[in-house]
């Protein structure tokens, strides 16, 4: 099993620009969630899904889409990108509800936005 | 008052020591407890469950104190590879969210 893939590892976006984080897990996990990672805080939850076609959103939303057209992809969407968006993008998946469940984390994505 | 408060270090620790540190929460409604390892520039992984009784894994002992909102890590006989962010993570509002710590930084000297 590959575990929970991640792509691109490095990003360098304008401000303005759009583009999509990839993020894929083929543990057949139905759960899964997006989260950020900046210097001198925790890790922040963006979205989550808890299966195929069901999406919802958590502590820092603004300036993200996603969606779950199948249970082995969850795309995270910039819209319009901001240097407040530079930050380090990790993907993980659980067999079930993040409380209750062991996270894997993908390796991540440094997105830099100028 | 932060979800998940620590106390990021760095933690210098001879090897061979012993070292403890500890995580506060403020949910009270909280049931489910984590520390989770992060090398640099890594992604996190998961190192322990925190159990209401206490648990021990090998070198690691995590504690939960629901009294006062804190869980603990403790970790004996520190090694070399021992070296890394520990991160301390609780349920938050129902099962599907959870609140991560900034992290306890760990450093061990030779």
């Known amino acids: 099993n590959a575990g929970v893939t991640q792509t691109p590892k490095f990003q360098v976006l304008k401000t303005g620009q759009s583009m999509t984080l990839q993020c894929a897990q083929d543990?057949?996990?139905?759960?899964m969630s997006w989260y950020r990672q900046d210097p001198g805080m925790g890790l922040r939850l963006i979205h989550y899904?808890?299966?195929?076609?069901?999406?919802d959103q958590g502590e820092v939303p603004n300036g993200y889409n996603v969606s779950r057209s199948t249970t082995e992809d969850f795309p995270l969407r910039l819209l319009s990108a901001a240097p407040s968006q530079t930050s380090v993008y990790f993907c993980?998946?659980?067999?079930?509800?993040?409380?209750?469940?062991?996270?894997?984390f993908g390796p991540g994505t440094r997105l830099t936005v100028l | 008052r932060k979800e998940v408060e620590q106390d990021p270090g760095p933690f210098n620790v001879p090897e061979g020591a012993t070292v403890a540190f500890n995580c506060t929460y403020s949910?009270?409604?909280?049931?489910?407890f984590f520390w989770y390892r992060q090398d640099c520039r890594k992604e996190p992984k998961l190192l322990m469950s925190?159990?209401?009784s206490g648990n021990e894994d090998g070198r690691f002992t995590a504690q939960l104190n629901r009294a006062s909102q804190y869980i603990s890590l403790l970790i004996r006989d520190s090694k070399l590879s021992d070296s890394a962010t520990y991160l301390c993570?609780?349920?938050?509002?129902?099962?599907?969210?959870?609140?991560f710590g900034k992290g306890n930084q760990v450093v061990v000297i030779p």
């Open positions: 993980a998946s659980s067999p079930g509800l993040a409380g209750l469940n062991e996270q894997f």
């Open positions: 925190v159990y209401s």
């Open positions: 949910n009270s409604a909280s049931q489910s």
């Open positions: 993570v609780v349920n938050m509002t129902g099962n599907n969210r959870l609140a």
């Open positions: 899904s808890v299966g195929a076609g069901i999406t």
């Open positions: 543990m057949n996990h139905e759960y």
